[in-house]
Protein backbone atom coordinates (compact mmCIF):
# COMPACT_ATOMS: atom_id res chain seq x y z
CA UNK A 1 0.00 0.00 0.00
CA UNK A 2 0.91 3.38 -0.39
CA UNK A 3 -0.05 6.76 2.17
CA UNK A 4 -0.25 9.92 0.57
CA UNK A 5 -0.61 13.10 2.43
CA UNK A 6 -1.30 16.56 0.80
CA UNK A 7 -0.30 20.02 2.57
CA UNK A 8 0.14 23.28 1.45
CA UNK A 9 -3.57 25.02 0.57
CA UNK A 10 -4.61 27.86 1.70
CA UNK A 11 -6.72 31.45 0.34
CA UNK A 12 -4.71 33.61 -2.17
CA UNK A 13 -5.95 35.96 -3.98
CA UNK A 14 -6.40 36.13 -7.76
CA UNK A 15 -2.91 36.48 -8.94
CA UNK A 16 -1.29 34.88 -5.82
CA UNK A 17 0.66 31.40 -5.91
CA UNK A 18 1.12 28.51 -3.49
CA UNK A 19 2.90 25.31 -3.85
CA UNK A 20 1.43 21.71 -2.56
CA UNK A 21 2.88 19.23 -1.25
CA UNK A 22 2.18 15.78 -1.59
CA UNK A 23 4.35 13.35 0.94
CA UNK A 24 4.28 9.36 0.02
CA UNK A 25 4.60 6.60 2.56
CA UNK A 26 4.49 3.00 2.34
CA UNK A 27 5.09 1.22 -1.04
CA UNK A 28 6.98 3.67 -2.60
CA UNK A 29 9.28 1.32 -4.64
CA UNK A 30 5.83 0.64 -6.68
CA UNK A 31 4.97 3.85 -7.88
CA UNK A 32 4.90 4.35 -11.48
CA UNK A 33 3.40 7.69 -11.84
CA UNK A 34 2.02 10.96 -9.58
CA UNK A 35 -0.58 13.04 -10.03
CA UNK A 36 -3.13 15.88 -9.54
CA UNK A 37 -6.81 16.25 -9.17
CA UNK A 38 -8.72 18.95 -8.05
CA UNK A 39 -12.65 18.37 -7.24
CA UNK A 40 -14.66 22.07 -7.05
CA UNK A 41 -18.03 22.01 -5.47
CA UNK A 42 -21.03 20.35 -7.65
CA UNK A 43 -17.87 19.31 -10.38
CA UNK A 44 -16.34 15.84 -11.40
CA UNK A 45 -13.10 15.58 -10.44
CA UNK A 46 -10.61 17.53 -12.92
CA UNK A 47 -7.36 16.43 -13.78
CA UNK A 48 -5.05 19.17 -13.34
CA UNK A 49 -1.19 17.12 -14.20
CA UNK A 50 0.68 14.01 -13.78
CA UNK A 51 4.48 12.57 -14.10
CA UNK A 52 6.30 9.61 -13.85
CA UNK A 53 7.94 9.42 -10.48
CA UNK A 54 11.48 9.07 -11.95
CA UNK A 55 12.23 11.17 -14.97
CA UNK A 56 10.07 11.25 -17.96
CA UNK A 57 6.95 12.86 -19.59
CA UNK A 58 4.58 15.65 -17.88
CA UNK A 59 1.18 16.00 -18.59
CA UNK A 60 -0.69 19.57 -17.66
CA UNK A 61 -4.64 20.27 -18.41
CA UNK A 62 -4.90 23.07 -20.80
CA UNK A 63 -6.58 24.73 -18.33
CA UNK A 64 -3.27 25.42 -15.70
CA UNK A 65 -0.69 24.73 -18.57
CA UNK A 66 2.12 27.46 -18.06
CA UNK A 67 0.78 28.44 -14.44
CA UNK A 68 1.27 25.43 -12.79
CA UNK A 69 4.40 23.13 -12.41
CA UNK A 70 4.73 19.95 -11.16
CA UNK A 71 7.70 18.35 -9.46
CA UNK A 72 9.02 15.80 -7.18
CA UNK A 73 11.76 14.74 -4.95
CA UNK A 74 12.41 11.18 -4.99
CA UNK A 75 14.96 11.62 -2.23
CA UNK A 76 12.24 12.82 0.26
CA UNK A 77 9.05 10.82 -1.74
CA UNK A 78 7.33 14.38 -2.05
CA UNK A 79 5.58 15.36 -5.18
CA UNK A 80 5.01 19.45 -5.81
CA UNK A 81 2.01 21.53 -7.59
CA UNK A 82 3.81 25.18 -7.69
CA UNK A 83 0.59 26.98 -8.67
CA UNK A 84 1.75 30.85 -9.92
CA UNK A 85 -1.05 33.50 -10.96
CA UNK A 86 -3.97 31.22 -9.40
CA UNK A 87 -7.59 32.79 -10.70
CA UNK A 88 -10.96 32.12 -8.97
CA UNK A 89 -11.50 29.09 -11.14
CA UNK A 90 -8.90 27.46 -9.75
CA UNK A 91 -10.91 27.46 -6.55
CA UNK A 92 -11.36 23.32 -5.20
CA UNK A 93 -9.85 20.40 -3.67
CA UNK A 94 -6.81 19.12 -4.89
CA UNK A 95 -5.76 15.52 -4.11
CA UNK A 96 -2.97 13.51 -5.22
CA UNK A 97 -2.97 10.18 -6.59
CA UNK A 98 -0.71 7.74 -7.30
CA UNK A 99 -0.09 4.70 -9.63
CA UNK A 100 1.77 1.29 -10.40
CA UNK A 101 0.25 1.36 -13.11
CA UNK A 102 1.34 3.58 -16.56
CA UNK A 103 0.79 7.04 -16.60
CA UNK A 104 -2.68 7.83 -17.47
CA UNK A 105 -4.94 10.87 -17.55
CA UNK A 106 -8.35 9.58 -16.05
CA UNK A 107 -8.41 9.37 -12.44
CA UNK A 108 -9.82 5.69 -12.61
CA UNK A 109 -6.64 4.61 -13.45
CA UNK A 110 -5.16 5.73 -10.07
CA UNK A 111 -5.49 3.23 -7.01
CA UNK A 112 -4.19 5.45 -3.88
CA UNK A 113 -5.04 8.82 -3.25
CA UNK A 114 -5.34 11.26 -0.56
CA UNK A 115 -7.35 13.04 1.60
CA UNK A 116 -6.89 16.73 -0.48
CA UNK A 117 -6.14 20.22 0.77
CA UNK A 118 -8.06 23.36 -0.20
CA UNK A 119 -7.31 26.14 -2.33
CA UNK A 120 -9.63 29.10 -2.26
CA UNK A 121 -8.70 31.57 -4.72
CA UNK A 122 -10.07 35.31 -4.00
CA UNK A 123 -11.21 38.05 -6.49
Known amino acids: QVQLVESGGGLVQAGGSLRLSCAAS????????MAWFRQAPGKEREFVTA????????HYSGSVEGRFTISRDNAKNTLYLQMNNLKPEDTAVYLC????????????????WGQGTQVTVSS
Open 97 to 112: AATSAYLRLSSDAYSY
Open 26 to 33: GRTFSIYA
Open 51 to 58: TTWTAGPT
